[in-house]
């Protein structure tokens, strides 16, 4: 083991490397910044909310819906399978692994980057 260098991280496995996620992925955004409520539907592209994002898990029980006109003016912040999606509010660093059921899905105002290979989005989760 060795130091992280960060002091509130602590020590990592002496063969690791501290870099930041930029190094790690080809895009880091942020999910859509504006009002959507105009856009919600009973059924459309699932918008994640951070209520919906748990350690690891996005809870279904609750996610809305917009309408496809809204998610395609938005298209840059659609989310893809494999995609990271962190909130950044309310319970900040809490990270989910967005799963193949909600490819091209969209959220708000979380960061949603997308890893390059080989990096596996599972392994780079906080728990």
Known sequence: MKHSGIPWFG???SH????????LAH????GIAEAATHAYA?????????????AD?????EV????PWLAEKNK????FSGDLLTVRTGAPGTTAVIPRRLDRSQCF???????????????FRPF
């Open 16 to 23: 690791w490397e501290v870099t930041t996620l930029r190094r």
């Open 109 to 123: 105002t979380m960061l949603m980057p997308t890893l390059t290979e080989p990096n596996d989005p599972h392994y």
């Open 42 to 54: 009973d059924s459309g592209v699932p918008i994640i909310r951070t209520t919906n994002v748990r």
């Open 76 to 79: 840059s912040k659609y989310l």
């Open 11 to 13: 020590h990592i496995p």
């Open 27 to 30: 895009r880091i955004d942020v």
């Open 64 to 67: 809305k819906f917009i309408e």
């Open 57 to 61: 898990n996005i809870d279904m029980r």
